[in-house]
């Protein structure tokens, strides 16, 4: 018997078959078995790195974002730098800007100077 009549002969409980076949025939299905298996394992690893490769691809991207900002912060530095050496009348060799953060308000002073005044 081959592989495939053995396959059919345990489909069927009252077929009784030699310890020799029911070995060969025992060993072919865990054969087949783990073979699916490992082959879905594959399937299964080959969908994880796909899914890594494009988590890395918007990182590299969040980062070059990143790195355009902190050069915006430098260019930034640099405005209000020469903004202040302007007003003072000092040069920009005297004054050292130390922090800057942002505020969380999205009215500019002028805005908010004209509902005080209509008050």
């Known amino acids: 018997?081959?592989?495939?009549?053995?396959?059919?002969?345990?489909k069927d409980s009252t077929v009784t078959l030699s310890m020799g076949e029911a070995l060969v025939a025992g060993v072919s299905v865990a054969f087949i078995s783990m073979s699916v298996v490992f082959i879905v394992l594959l399937v299964i690893t080959a969908i994880i790195k796909s899914l890594?490769?494009?988590?890395?691809?918007?990182?590299?991207?969040?980062?070059?974002?990143?790195?355009?900002?902190?050069?915006?912060?430098?260019e930034l530095v640099?405005?209000?730098?020469?903004?202040?050496?302007?007003?003072?009348g000092n040069s920009t060799n005297n004054i050292i800007?130390?922090?800057?953060?942002?505020?969380?308000?999205?009215?500019?002073?002028?805005e908010r100077m004209t509902k005080n005044t209509t008050k």
Not at 1 to 10: A, D, E, G, H, V
Not at 78 to 85: E, G
Request: charged letters at 30%; proline letters at 0%; a positive charge.
């Open 1 to 10: 018997m081959n592989i495939s009549q053995l396959l059919k002969t345990l």
């Open 52 to 74: 890594q490769s494009e988590k890395l691809q918007k990182e590299t991207t969040i980062e070059s974002k990143e790195v355009k900002k902190d050069e915006n912060i430098e």
């Open 78 to 88: 640099s405005v209000i730098t020469a903004a202040i050496a302007t007003s003072t």
């Open 97 to 110: 800007v130390r922090k800057i953060s942002r505020t969380n308000n999205s009215k500019t002073n002028w």
